[in-house]
């Protein structure tokens, strides 16, 4: 399990987002200060829950093999449903809370975790009833890892509806000599050049985070419009010289 790495993200998410908010404090003017306080007291990944904005809501992200998210190879299942038996196959799982329409970024450190060694895709899952869950996404093979992404979760009426990976063909990375286009959709670069595993370049997982539809109070949810505004990486370069900065303070103290 990686909840000790998904703690240290959850953190590091919501530094983020503090950063993000106190950039846009114009469009953040007309939340409901009311809204602020947290309703959701579902905090398991595998329960049903309704929200409202600014809530915390909980999801998981499943590590393992394409095929292994799917029951006698038709039906793709959400990683709750215990005929996927993904514990037997030593799968990985990473836990988030974040706010809902706040924009956020979510990391994986990949130094001592290796995706292609878990099957190389991961899936996007919350709720039992309803069971969502998004497309296997290809993270890592020993050749490439991808680690961008766009994650966006829909909801309904305050229920979480569909999550899905939005990518942008590749515009990203063009002209970009250390990337390379993979099934004309993700931005992958080397695996050896990651450390640890032959080079030095730091192959952090990084999940830009949208929420899109309706809340409980079918509030409009827009976080998604900022994202799709915003350049590619924006996020995380913001996350990277924030924590090149923490950790600078931090080291000055020893």
């Excluded at 037997?88 to 329409?101: E, I, M, T, W, Y």
């Amino acid at each position: 399990m990686l909840i000790s790495q998904a703690s240290t993200m959850a953190v590091m998410a919501v530094m983020v987002a503090v950063v993000l908010q106190s950039l846009m404090l114009v469009m953040a003017a007309d939340f409901d200060a009311a809204a602020t306080v947290n309703t959701n007291r579902v905090y398991q990944p595998c329960t049903d829950t309704k929200i409202q904005r600014l809530d915390g809501f909980t999801f998981g992200i499943a590590f393992s093999s394409k095929n292994s998210f799917f029951f006698d190879h038709s039906h793709q299942l959400s990683p709750c449903d215990v005929r996927l038996s993904l514990a037997s196959l030593n799968s990985q799982f990473a836990l988030f809370r974040p706010k809902v329409d706040e924009l956020s970024l979510l990391t994986i450190n990949t130094t001592d975790f290796y995706p292609d060694s878990y099957g190389g895709y991961m899936v996007a899952f919350a709720g039992r009833k309803y069971a969502a869950r998004s497309l296997p996404a290809f993270v890592a093979n020993t050749t490439y890892i991808v680690t961008s992404f766009t994650l966006v979760l829909e909801f309904q009426k305050g229920r979480l509806q569909n999550l899905y990976w939005k990518r942008d063909g590749c515009a990203s990375c063009s002209g970009k000599s250390n990337f390379v286009c993979l099934n004309k959709q993700d931005c992958a670069i080397k695996t050896s050049s990651c450390k640890n595993r032959g080079g030095s370049g730091d192959c952090s997982i990084s999940i830009q985070l949208a929420f899109s539809g309706t809340d409980r109070h079918l509030s409009v949810l827009n976080s998604w419009y900022e994202v799709s505004n915003l350049r590619q990486y924006s996020l995380y370069a913001l996350y990277s010289n924030l924590k090149d900065s923490l950790t600078s303070q931090y080291n000055s103290f020893f």
